[in-house]
């Protein structure tokens, strides 16, 4: 069992840039792949990065690729998005989730995704 909680979310003008950090609890933390996905007002929650235990695997969405760039430090426990050059079409609420799913390609299914955060908010202003 993970349990995630997230942090680093606010408001920033467009080009600025913000860290998010997930912190996970759990004896196994090192053992899960580990992503963050967000979900825009109106829309579908997406895919946004996601990375395997020691880091050997990374996923973009292609929306974020060259901005955004996802990190974690097993001995503390935490994932980390940094997002650069942020736009407003970044607005959104930011999840951290945990999948038990560590074979293979890195998933970008949110249904693959046993373990969430409750999310912070990310707003990007004009």
């Known amino acids: 069992q993970v349990q995630l909680v997230e942090s680093g979310g606010g408001l920033v003008q467009a080009g600025g840039s913000l860290r998010l950090s997930c912190a996970a609890s759990g004896r196994t933390f090192s053992s899960y792949r580990l992503g963050w996905f967000r979900q825009a007002p109106g829309k579908e929650r997406e895919f946004v990065a996601a990375i395997s235990w020691n880091a050997i695997r990374i996923a973009y969405a292609d929306s974020v690729k060259g901005r955004f760039t996802i990190s974690r430090d097993n001995a503390k426990n935490t994932v980390y998005l940094k997002m650069n050059s942020l736009k407003p079409e970044d607005t959104a609420v930011y999840y951290c989730?945990?999948?038990?799913?560590?074979?293979?390609?890195?998933?970008?299914?949110?249904?693959?995704?046993?373990?969430w955060g409750q999310g912070t908010q990310v707003t990007v202003s004009s």
């Open positions: 989730a945990g999948t038990r799913r560590v074979v293979g390609e890195i998933s970008r299914r949110r249904a693959e995704y046993d373990y």
